[in-house]
């Protein structure tokens, strides 16, 4: 809890050992002929090293239990970790309450609801101002750009 709601537990992927070879293989495929040789057996003594050690118990698969362990007791009481209103602070409710409170705060806030998506209306508007507007963007863009959707341009 003391690292944050953003925190989050690293771990090696199951098969990252030969995910390494082949990663080496290929960067030493890029080295002049003469140098290769050298290079694959320097990693392939590593990736021997490598696979001969047991992975040590370590504070990161204490962390991973611990955090499972909460995970269980979350899904279990139906609740979820959230951050403090009013401050820099972290709590625990029941996710029925946070649900409840983000209703209230839509409806005390004057929010509307929409049935239809305004994406379409937004990119009309935004492709129509973008092709009235010349010195945006150079004629000759213009012309190859003006028929693409806004999602295509980058």
């Known amino acids: 809890m003391q690292k ?22 290929t960067a030493i495929s890029l080295l002049p002929t003469n140098e290769r040789e050298v290079y ?26 611990m955090i499972r362990s909460i995970q269980n007791k979350l899904r279990k009481n139906n609740a979820l970790i959230a951050r403090g209103d009013k401050s820099n602070s972290t709590v ?6 946070y649900e409840t409170k983000i ?9 509307r609801t929409t049935t239809t998506d305004p994406i379409n209306t937004f990119q009309t508007h935004i492709r129509q101002t973008i092709n009235e507007t010349r010195t945006l963007i150079p004629s000759l863009q213009m012309e190859i750009h003006k028929y693409e959707p806004l999602s295509s341009l980058h």
């Open 40 to 65: 694959m057996k320097l990693v392939a003594d590593r990736i021997d090293t490598l696979n001969q050690k047991k992975p040590p118990t370590t504070k990161l698969t204490q962390r991973k239990k």
């Open 4 to 25: 944050g709601l953003k925190y989050n537990v690293h771990a090696k992927r199951k098969n990252w050992v030969p995910n390494l070879a082949l990663e080496a293989e």
């Open 103 to 111: 209703q209230n705060f839509i409806l005390n806030n004057n929010f």
């Open 92 to 97: 625990i409710l029941p996710t029925h309450q």
